[in-house]
């Protein structure tokens, strides 16, 4: 079965720290952009951070920026999303999402194809 299994969300304090991973199964995240995106109930899906094949490539959502870091694990098949001073705002299901190219970090979940279920993160103030 192909898929890819979010954890590592949860209840945190405004100012404190989770970190998100994103395992594949079935299918390989190795050679294409990873990408992060959240949604929290009554808003549209928003862009949060994402990663080219390489990993040397990343692109962020200017309200993440310097607080987020995505990166992908040694094994190629697991993207991280490291979420440093979390705020309230941050409350939301966050998805990972393999792109449909290597390198294409733009921010439109149209270059996105397979998509993960989803973590629940929720930030108190």
Do not use: H
């Not at 590592?8 to 992060?36: D, F, H, K, M, T």
Request: aromatic fraction near 12%; glycine fraction near 16%; charged fraction near 15%.
């Amino acid at each position: 079965q192909m898929q890819l299994v979010e954890s590592g969300g949860g209840l945190v304090q405004a100012g404190g720290s989770l970190r998100l991973s994103c395992e594949a199964s079935g299918i390989l995240l190795g050679g294409y952009a990873v990408g992060w995106f959240r949604q929290d109930p009554g808003k549209q899906r928003e862009f949060v951070a994402a990663i080219n094949w390489s990993g040397r490539n990343t692109n962020y959502a200017d309200s993440v920026k310097g607080r987020f870091t995505i990166s992908r694990g040694n094994a190629g098949n697991t993207v991280y999303l490291q979420m440093d001073s979390l705020k309230p705002a941050g409350r939301a299901v966050y998805y990972c999402a393999r792109g449909k190219y290597n390198s294409d970090l733009s921010a439109a979940d149209g270059k996105f194809g397979y998509w993960g279920q989803g973590s629940q993160v929720t930030v108190s103030s």
